[in-house]
């Protein structure tokens, strides 16, 4: 059974209020971030989000934790649904762990490291925990020395802070693990450190990531099943070590396309994307992705495409997929 | 493992820290000591007055500085050294004590406004911006007029026009703190509001606070003076700062002394809780302390 599922999941922005959508005629005041996304990640496995900036993933990730209220759609962790009656208990947030973005700016800048990575025990009522030593226990479990435990978060180098944000999401033995971004705004050598402690740390406690990041290379690194998120959308879905050797959608195509190679003589060959995102507030009718597409046909323009799955569990959104057969459009 | 745990020192209270902290800084310990100089006027006013500061004395009226009277005297005969350490229980209750309640509510309403929902941050901001749209004058003189002239009076005037002014500061410091990431960070571990009110918000607004509320206790005695000019204020004879000064402008050309006389015990003020603001502002952000 999987211990995420996600299905059809809509997370929308208010960009006005009634009257001012009213006074200025805008066709709708909302803007959709996340569009009928579904998923499911088993336990134990790690699933990468990819998309450019603005694509939804971030809002994806909100909405999970409970940050950002869901539209419609369903969360149902561990079976049942955090979201039941209104906001999440403290169940789920206990064993559901956010990581953010930026790893300095995500820790509050007046507190030392113990009582950050302590934090989880004090909200969570469990006073009776000896906190200095159990500060001592999670610094030893990524990697830092005992006396970083009287360190203020501007005292810490953007390797160190991510060590303490991982130390602060694992205090609690959770089963999900949520990480924006794990490796932004880190030294390469650095992001390699900090995606091996991951995944020693999902060995030994059996966790469960879901990754979100931009860098293809971290999701090759980590990741069993890869999404691709494309203007709210899951345009692609499927494992791994199936998706980057063959991409089904011209997205997915592109993107692993337009990463530097090392080798100068194959640099920037094959598809290349051009063009910007589209704006969410005025979205391309028929395939969102066409005005960008290499291979958008007149269809393509008009009609929205389905959901295509394939035998091996690869999902896609696309009528002219990569090196597959056309997909006629239903009605 | 006992040796490295007998190496970690163990995390300093808070108190261990301020004490430490004092003995460090030269500029605390100038601060306390002279806050402390006015609070021990305020208590042991009665005691310590070398001349009784009501008593009318014509004959001695207008005397420079000297050693009999360090101040001089005012038109009335009155020794000004006795009535200024006289006036600083006004100071201390008007001046310091109705900015100390201004901060404590425009800090509480501040934050619940910036971290609230939009509509209760509305009404609000409504309010304080309707009280604060009053020039400070009129609306003491209306208040005073509806309430009658008396110390409370004052005291309530002084609070209804600084909460405001510090609700809005709070709230701008209190918006921009919320929608950051170690707040969302925090959010997401499923603490209370109240817990990231309280922990992770208020010591980060309140530092710039400390300072401007100390600057405001001048104004504030200004305030004092000028109401009590347009007799609202407080009423004669009772020794005011603000009174003094009002004496002394009167006066400038024959006795200039009484300005500066009054002037002396709101410098001294002043700096003491300016001092001690940001010595306190500077404990509270580990980024500008130096001892750790």
Redesign the interface.
């Known amino acids: 059974m999987s211990l995420l599922s996600v299905r059809n999941l809509n997370v929308r922005y208010a960009i006005a209020g009634p009257v001012k959508a009213m006074l200025t005629g805008l066709s709708s005041r909302f803007i959709d971030a996340v569009l009928d996304v579904s998923f499911d990640v088993a336990q134990g496995t790690t699933l990468a989000i990819v998309g450019e900036s603005g694509s939804g993933k971030s809002t994806l990730a909100?909405a999970i934790?409970?940050?950002t209220p869901i539209a419609s759609g369903e969360v149902r962790f561990a079976g049942k649904n955090p979201f039941a009656d209104g906001a999440?208990g403290?169940a789920?947030?206990?064993e559901v762990?956010?990581m953010?973005?930026?790893p300095v700016?995500?820790?509050?800048?007046?507190?030392?490291v113990?009582s950050l990575i302590s934090?989880?025990f004090i909200?969570?009522t469990m006073r009776e925990k000896d906190l200095a030593s159990e500060a001592r226990r999670l610094l030893a479990l990524v990697g830092l020395p005992?006396?970083f435990?009287?360190r203020?978060p501007?005292q810490l180098s953007g390797g160190q802070a991510r060590r303490v944000?991982v130390a602060?999401a694992i205090a609690l033995n959770p089963k999900l693990i949520i990480a924006d971004e794990p490796t932004a705004g880190l030294d390469v050598s650095v992001q390699g450190e900090i995606l091996n402690l991951l995944t020693r740390l999902q060995g030994e406690f059996g966790l469960t990531y879901v990754i979100i990041t931009h860098n293809l290379a971290v999701v090759r690194h980590v990741s069993d099943e890869t999404a691709i998120m494309y203007m709210g959308r899951f345009v692609e879905k499927g494992r791994t070590a199936e998706v980057f050797p063959d991409p089904a959608h011209p997205y997915t195509q592109g993107l692993i396309a337009a990463q530097p190679h090392p080798d100068p003589a194959r640099r920037r060959t094959g598809v290349v994307l051009t063009g910007e995102v589209a704006s969410l507030r005025n979205r391309p009718p028929g395939c969102e992705f066409h005005p960008r597409c290499p291979s958008a046909q007149d269809l393509c323009r008009t009609i929205a495409p389905r959901i295509v799955t394939e035998f091996s569990g690869r999902t896609y959104l696309c009528h002219y997929p990569v090196n597959r057969p056309a997909q006629p459009a239903r009605p | 493992m006992q040796l490295s745990e007998a190496v970690l020192p163990a995390a300093p209270g808070a108190l261990t820290l301020f004490r430490r902290r004092l003995a460090r800084d030269p500029l605390a310990m100038l601060g306390l000591t002279l806050v402390a100089i006015v609070v021990f006027c305020g208590i042991f006013a009665p005691w310590i007055v070398p001349y009784d500061p009501f008593k009318l004395s014509i004959p001695d009226k207008l005397q420079p500085p000297s050693l009999t009277h360090w101040f001089g005297t005012d038109n009335l005969g009155r020794d000004i050294f006795s009535r200024i350490i006289m006036g600083s229980r006004i100071a201390l209750s008007v001046g310091i004590s109705t900015i100390g309640i201004a901060l404590c509510i425009g800090i509480s309403l501040g934050l619940i406004a910036g971290y609230g929902p939009r509509w209760l941050d509305n009404f609000l901001m409504l309010l304080f911006d309707s009280v604060y749209s009053f020039p400070t004058v009129i609306m003491g003189l209306t208040v005073a007029t509806l309430l009658g002239a008396s110390v409370t009076t004052l005291m309530f005037v002084v609070i209804l026009v600084q909460t405001p002014a510090y609700a809005r500061l709070t709230r701008t410091a209190t918006l921009s703190l919320k929608n950051s990431e170690y707040v969302q960070a925090i959010r997401s571990l499923g603490a209370s509001p109240f817990r990231i009110i309280a922990v992770h918000i208020l010591p980060n607004v309140v530092g710039p606070l400390l300072i401007i509320a100390s600057m405001d206790i001048p104004s504030v005695v200004a305030l004092e003076a000028g109401l009590t000019y347009l007799g609202m204020g407080i009423p004669p004879p009772a020794p005011s700062w603000g009174r003094i000064l009002q004496e002394g402008y009167n006066l400038i050309r024959e006795a200039p002394w009484m300005v500066v006389a009054g002037g002396i015990p709101l410098i001294i003020t002043t700096l003491g809780f300016t001092f001690l603001g940001e010595s306190l502002r500077d404990m509270l952000d580990p980024r500008l302390r130096r001892i750790v």
Do not use: I, W
Not at chain 1, 105 to 112: E, I, N
């Open positions: 909100r934790v409970g940050l999440a403290r789920y947030h206990r762990a956010m953010f973005q930026d700016s995500s820790l509050s800048p007046r507190r030392t113990q934090e989880p909200v969570h005992k006396d435990a009287s203020y501007h944000g602060r």
